[in-house]
């Protein structure tokens, strides 16, 4: 063979190779973009719902009352207010309840007008003065009691009776316990229908924890007897939603 023939097959053969390893690296860079994660086969797993209630008997309750007052001037009404007040508050402290449980709720000051005609100024007659305030009641035996106190010290408005539990995070922890062996059951089931076996948990997510619904009651009774009040009961719900692994 020719000297210039070894060089032409020598040139040959190095073109051929990088080509050859373009070619190979397109390939794999080809592969790669073609891998989209999303798209990978995820190992066999089941997705249920479970829900947990757990009922309870209310420990604590609150009720709102307060004092409106009406009078010519604002100093008038707000006097007057101020005292009725003074007397509510005290009641409350004397049927057990501390001043640390007896929170201001609301406080106004409002003009009164009369009654006119279309097209007419109104006329001002007066002012009315409103003070309310929530109580703390830690023993729910004593809610009748603390409702005669208030209306008996002169309190004009008492409503929103609301009746809850002191830890509401112990019991829904009850509830969680219960919607987690819900899920299993339900996992468990559906696992031996299909033939598979029920295998770890992947993972959990809570979708609701609702507290207990309070009880309303309309507070504002005849002194000739005391305060009839029925506790009752709450009932505290979780839902969640957990993924189990199968195996064959």
């Known amino acids: 063979m020719s000297r210039l023939m070894r060089v032409r097959t020598r040139v040959a053969r190095r073109v051929l190779a990088f080509a050859m390893g373009g070619a190979a690296l397109a390939l794999m860079c080809g592969t790669a973009a073609a891998i989209d994660p999303s798209t990978v086969a995820q190992p066999p797993h089941i997705l249920v719902s479970g829900e947990g209630t757990v ?3 209310p420990d604590i309750a609150q009720v709102t009352g307060g004092v409106s007052t009406r009078a010519a001037t604002v100093k008038e009404a707000a006097g007057n207010n101020a005292r009725t007040m003074a007397a509510v508050i005290d009641a409350l402290a004397q049927a057990g309840i501390e001043r640390k449980d007896i929170q201001t709720a609301q406080f106004s000051v409002q003009p009164v007008y009369a009654s006119s005609e279309p097209r007419t100024e109104q006329k001002l007659v007066g002012f009315s003065v ?3 305030v929530i109580a703390t009641i830690r023993n729910v035996d004593k809610v009748g009691d603390v409702l005669d106190r208030l209306i008996g010290a002169g309190a004009t408005n008492v409503w929103n009776v609301q009746f ?5 995070s112990k019991v829904l922890d009850q509830a969680r316990r219960a919607a987690v062996a819900d899920a299993r059951r339900k996992a468990e089931l559906y696992a031996n229908a299909a033939g598979v076996t029920l295998g770890p948990v992947l993972s959990v997510t809570e979708e609701s924890a609702s507290g207990p619904e309070f009880m309303r009651r309309s507070a504002v009774k005849s002194l000739a007897a005391p305060t009839p ?8 719900r979780v839902s969640l939603s957990v993924n189990f692994a199968l195996t064959r």
Not at 164 to 168: H, K
């Open 55 to 57: 009922t309870v008997t």
């Open 164 to 168: 809850t539990v002191s830890e509401p």
């Open 229 to 236: 009040i029925a506790v009752g009961e709450d009932t505290l």
């Open 130 to 132: 409103s003070n309310q």
